[in-house]
């Protein structure tokens, strides 16, 4: 079984720049979520879709950060414009569902860096 | 808000020698916990999950943890470490209603000496 796909795996970026991420979620899994992990603190939930829908975004700083998930599948994650802060590995994971206890499954990850 | 504590940001250990990693969690209701490891360049694995039932859980790669409701803990062991090992630990913890979203704690570096 093909797991949660990210890319690109590393960018980086001048600030005031944008940057879009994409990620490919496990076959079948309808809850979708986006993670900030910053260096040195654990994962930090930014947004989470249930098919084509948003279930929870509200620690996305919706000024900058925009995300989609336009057919229920695949997500794309963008910043605009980035900040020096934005540094961040950005994690995206898959679930069945979003009902209590569902496994998370996580990609590799896109490691950021904003100069 | 719920929230999590890991408090040993680093911890050594011999290999072959065993290990002891601490998670407490603050929470009003029944939360359901987590255990993930983080290998450089890699994303999160679950080594292990507590909902209800017997508290003490057992994982991959050999790893258990045990829920103690008295103290607010679910802290990871494993009886001999292995070189593999070394990798970052995080604990999260989810709560019924909470649509699965999951917090998580800050992390603990594991390092194992040869």
């Known amino acids: 079984e093909a797991g949660v796909a990210q890319s690109p795996r590393y960018k980086i970026i001048e600030k005031r720049q944008s940057v879009a991420f994409w990620c490919n979620p496990i076959?079948?899994?309808?809850?979708l979520y986006w993670y900030q992990q910053i260096l040195g603190q654990g994962p930090k939930l930014l947004i989470q879709?249930?098919?084509?829908?948003?279930?929870?975004d509200s620690q996305l700083p919706k000024d900058r950060f925009s995300a989609e998930r336009l057919k229920g599948v695949d997500s794309t994650l963008k910043i605009q414009p980035a900040k020096l802060e934005d540094s961040a590995v950005y994690l995206c994971?898959?679930?069945?569902?979003?009902?209590?206890?569902?496994?998370?499954?996580f990609g590799p990850g896109t490691r950021l860096t904003v100069l | 808000a719920q929230s999590v504590t890991q408090p040993d940001i680093h911890i050594t250990v011999s290999e072959g020698a065993s290990l002891e990693l601490r998670c407490n969690y603050s929470?009003?209701?029944?939360?359901?916990l987590f255990w993930y490891v983080q290998s450089p360049g890699q994303g999160l694995q679950l080594l292990l999950k507590?909902?209800?039932?017997?508290?003490l859980v057992q994982g991959i790669k050999g790893f258990e943890a045990e829920f103690k409701r008295s103290q607010s803990s679910f802290n990871l062991r494993k009886p001999s470490v292995h070189w593999s090992d070394a990798a970052e630990y995080f604990c999260?913890?989810?709560?019924?209603?909470?649509?699965?979203?999951?917090?998580f704690g800050t992390g603990t570096q594991l390092k194992v000496e040869l």
């Open positions: 994971a898959s679930s069945l569902d979003y009902n209590n206890h569902n496994e998370q499954f």
């Open positions: 076959s079948g899994h309808a809850t």
């Open positions: 879709f249930q098919n084509n829908g948003v279930v929870d």
């Open positions: 929470y009003g209701a029944t939360p359901y």
């Open positions: 507590y909902f209800s039932g017997d508290t």
């Open positions: 999260a913890v989810g709560f019924t209603g909470g649509g699965n979203k999951l917090t």
